[in-house]
């Protein structure tokens, strides 16, 4: 039972720290040393609005 705990409650800190990068990453475009991204551009995209481009973020535990 108190492995089943541990295993949850490290599931849900990995949730937490992602919901918390994608937040922060919308605000400041960039990552914190505590949840380290790795940046990499995949393309452009075009909208009405003009083009943007792609990026892909990569961190721990995807």
């Known amino acids: 039972m108190a492995a089943q705990q541990a295993a949850q409650r ?3 800190v ?3 720290k992602q919901d918390f990068t994608r937040l922060t ?3 400041f475009a960039a990552s914190f040393t505590s949840y ?3 940046f ?3 393309g452009i995209a075009e909208s009405p609005q003009g083009k943007a481009d792609i990026i892909q973020a990569k961190g721990p535990d995807n």
């Open 25 to 27: 990453l919308g605000m």
């Open 40 to 42: 990499t551009r995949v």
């Open 10 to 12: 490290k599931s849900r």
């Open 14 to 16: 990995i949730t937490l």
């Open 36 to 38: 380290p991204l790795t």
